[in-house]
Each structure stands twice: as structure tokens, then as C-alpha cells.
């Protein structure tokens, strides 16, 4: 049951160049959505976050789009820096439920 | 800044055996998670906790696991008798207010539970 799906399991992106992660879900009930990062042997920190009654939002060099009627949102990174290179995790919520619902992840390079 | 604390770092266990994993929350938080990563999947709910009860649960989360706020500061969750499947990376997380839509979920480092 993957209500919540990243395709890419994998970016190399060169410094300064955006990153461009994606992320599909299926289920219609989802109003939120988060990104989260990850580093090894680290919890996941929270990143960026997006209402579904908005379809963009920037925070510095992060700016995660929404695409309700495809089911998609992705986050930009630009520009990138070596520091990014983690796993990003796309996070999707109910409304009426605290669990977040975690997509695979897409693991960032950033190569100078 | 504060943190949500998560010990031990590592648990190893033989099958059938009874763990306890331990979670400090942020102070002046009051809704709490638990999460599992088994290697190579996403991170997936198990359970959330509000004023001394289980408030929601997912299908993994059966009778062989339990959460507990013994004191005002740790967050357990024990698992009754391990089994191989158990294998994998628990994460803590807690919030100040009820609903991802309105207060950021924080996460702890994680424990690995490795099951033999």
C-alpha cells in the first residue's frame, strides 16, 4: 500500500546546479505534505511543509510545488550546496489524523 | 535548541526476548510517536499518544507492543517477545499540538533493534 511514492531512489546534482525531488500519492484525503531530510544515524528533520490549499511555498533556498490534480509535489533545492546530500523523505497527512505517512526516499548527492 | 533524545542507540535482542526502548520528548511537547524503518523501506506509523492514552495505531502496531509514559519525561515502547521481523530503526518523534497541520513533527536520532 503506497499511498505515498518517490520514484527516484537516487540524484547526483552538481553544486549550484537545483535539485528537483519528486513525489507522487494517491490517496485524495491527503491535505498536507512535508519534506523531511535525513543524514545517517540522524532522526529525519523536518524541512519544508505545504498546505494542499496552496500550491507553492518557499523558504530560502527550498521551495516545495503542489500539483493537486496529479497527486504530485516536488521540492526544489536551488542552489544546491554539498551540505543537501542526505535522503529526503516526502511526508502526506489527513486531516483529521496526527500519523504522517512517509514516502521511500530519494537519496542527494551534491558533487562540487 | 531542544531535542527529542532516544536511548540506547543501538538494542541487540534474541528472538522471543522482551525490549524496552526509551525516548525523552521535547519538554513542552505533549503528542508523541513512534515510527520504524526496517533497512531499505520507508519509515513507517506505528503509534500515537495523547494525555496517557494510545490515541491512534497502525495494523503493525499489535499486542505485542505497548507504549507507556512512566514519569513526566520518558516515552517507552516495549516489545513483548521479538521476533525476527522486529529488525529495524525505531524513531521517537513528539509535537506541542495535535494534527501535522498544525505543529511540526520532531524526530530523535532513532534506535536500531537488531533481532538474532
Known amino acids: 500500500d503506497q499511498q505515498v511514492k518517490q520514484n527516484s531512489p537516487s540524484l547526483s546534482v552538481q553544486e549550484g546546479r537545483i535539485s528537483i525531488l519528486n513525489c507522487d500519492y494517491t490517496n485524495s484525503m491527503f491535505d498536507y505534505f512535508l519534506w523531511y531530510k535525513k543524514y545517517p544515524a540522524e532522526g529525519p528533520t523536518f524541512l519544508i511543509s505545504?498546505?494542499?490549499?496552496?500550491d507553492k511555498n518557499e523558504d530560502g533556498r527550498f521551495t516545495v510545488f503542489l500539483n493537486k490534480s496529479a497527486k504530485h509535489l516536488s521540492l526544489h533545492i536551488v542552489p544546491s550546496q554539498p551540505g543537501d546530500s542526505a535522503v529526503y523523505f516526502c511526508?502526506?497527512?489527513?486531516?483529521?489524523?496526527?500519523?504522517?505517512?512517509f514516502g521511500t526516499g530519494t537519496r542527494l548527492q551534491v558533487f562540487p | 535548541e531542544p531535542e527529542v533524545t532516544q536511548t540506547p542507540s543501538h538494542q541487540v535482542t534474541q528472538m522471543g526476548q522482551e525490549v524496552i526502548l526509551r525516548c525523552v520528548p521535547i519538554?513542552?511537547?505533549?503528542?508523541f510517536y513512534w515510527y520504524r524503518q526496517i533497512l531499505g523501506q520507508k519509515v513507517e506509523f506505528l503509534v500515537s499518544f495523547y494525555n496517557n492514552e494510545i490515541s491512534e495505531k497502525s495494523e503493525i502496531f499489535d499486542d505485542q507492543f505497548s507504549v507507556e509514559r512512566p514519569d513526566g519525561s520518558n516515552f517507552t515502547l516495549k516489545i513483548r517477545s521479538t521476533k525476527l521481523e522486529d529488525s529495524a530503526m525505531y524513531f521517537c518523534?513528539?509535537?506541542?499540538?495535535?494534527?501535522?497541520?498544525?505543529?511540526?513533527?520532531?524526530f530523535g536520532p532513532g534506535t536500531r533493534l537488531t533481532v538474532l
Open positions: 519538554s513542552n511537547h505533549l503528542y
Open positions: 511526508a502526506a497527512s489527513e486531516d483529521n489524523t496526527d500519523k504522517l505517512i
Open positions: 505545504i498546505s494542499s490549499i496552496k
Open positions: 518523534a513528539s509535537n506541542r499540538l495535535a494534527g501535522a497541520i498544525t505543529d511540526t513533527q520532531y
